[in-house]
């Protein structure tokens, strides 16, 4: 069961044989609580996937001596960003979908390539997952293409290599995370939630906002805010929404400020920032109210809005 979906595209006109759908994500709940010996930080975390997806599809290629070709591309009505920190992907080695194909190929021993177009939607630099999603995704779809049989749990043990995100897009579904964020636990089933996710024009780096921002000295738990969305109970779980990392990424990008002050003066149950940000979110009392606030910030001048819901997709197969 994964949260990144694949589908077969069959015909004899068909130029790709897989096709994935890659799931942003948000962090309803985010504690660090220190740094590790390793560099990482530990932290405990609540992750939920959303549908704001990244289209990816895979061909294998048998004549092609091994290479991986890889290209991206924005889809269809989806502007480039402008000025941040990290605003490019990689397209070589570096980039996680390369590398995961990589990893699975090389584990499998098998000598020929594969070919990946990536479709971005999910903006990057904004506390979304979307390169760590598109990663999984990757790493199920070459298991599959390479029929190398590898079983979903060392697909993880794989992910958890390319980074700590990336083991919670093999699914199942909403999830504490903790360690680095890789140890997964699930949350069960959640009540469908609705979102308005607000990616402003400036990204921000993960590596400079875990830096300025100092750990607990008393921990704040998940635990109150996953009782409350388990029970249903949104407008209490709406007041214990936590981001630890929401005060460094304020001192580090103007944007946060501004985003927390536009959600401040509209009728959100909850609101805070994403991850390492900079993408800001509210959550809503249900679909038709995330996307009445979504038409009115779109109007603000404020980034890219979004009206999403957490979508909890399996792998078909």
């Not at 997964?184 to 921002?213: D, E, K, M, N, Y």
Request: glycine share 10%; proline share 5%; hydrophobic share 40%.
């Amino acid at each position: 069961m994964a949260v990144v979906r694949l589908f077969e595209r069959r015909g004899a006109q068909q130029p790709w044989q897989l096709e994935a759908r890659a799931p942003a994500k948000l962090n309803l709940h985010l504690e660090v609580l220190g740094k590790r010996n390793d560099g990482f930080h530990e932290i405990e975390t609540l992750m939920v996937p959303v549908d704001l997806y990244d289209t990816l599809y895979f061909r294998e290629e048998e004549d092609n001596e091994g290479d991986i070709s890889f290209s991206c591309e924005l889809a269809q009505g989806v502007r480039k960003a402008g000025s941040g920190e990290i605003e490019t992907l990689p397209e070589g080695a570096d980039n996680l979908v390369v590398r995961a194909v990589e990893l699975v190929r090389r584990r499998a021993n098998v000598r020929h390539g594969v070919r990946v177009r990536l479709v971005k939607r999910i903006p990057i630099a904004a506390g979304l997952a979307g390169g760590s999603s598109d990663a999984a995704a990757a790493l199920l779809a070459a298991n599959q293409l390479f029929r190398a049989g590898f079983r979903l749990a060392q697909l993880r043990e794989l992910a958890a290599s390319l980074g700590s995100d990336v083991p919670f897009f093999l699914g199942p579904g909403p999830a504490l995370a903790t360690g680095r964020g890789e140890r997964l636990t699930s949350t069960g089933p959640l009540p469908p939630l609705h979102f308005v996710v607000v990616r402003p024009p400036q990204g921000l780096s993960t590596a400079r906002v875990f830096q300025a921002c100092r750990p607990a000295t008393a921990a704040r738990s998940a635990a109150p805010l996953v009782q409350a969305l388990t029970r249903g109970q949104l407008q209490r779980a709406g007041s214990l929404l936590f981001n630890r990392l929401q005060a460094a990424a304020r001192q580090l990008s103007p944007w946060v400020e501004r985003l927390e002050r536009e959600m401040m003066g509209l009728d959100c149950l909850g609101h805070q920032m994403s991850g390492s940000g900079t993408s800001y979110f509210g959550l809503c009392r249900h679909a038709r109210h995330a996307r009445r606030i979504a038409a009115y910030l779109q109007g603000r001048g404020v980034g890219t809005v979004y009206a999403v819901a957490s979508r909890c997709l399996t792998n078909s197969r």
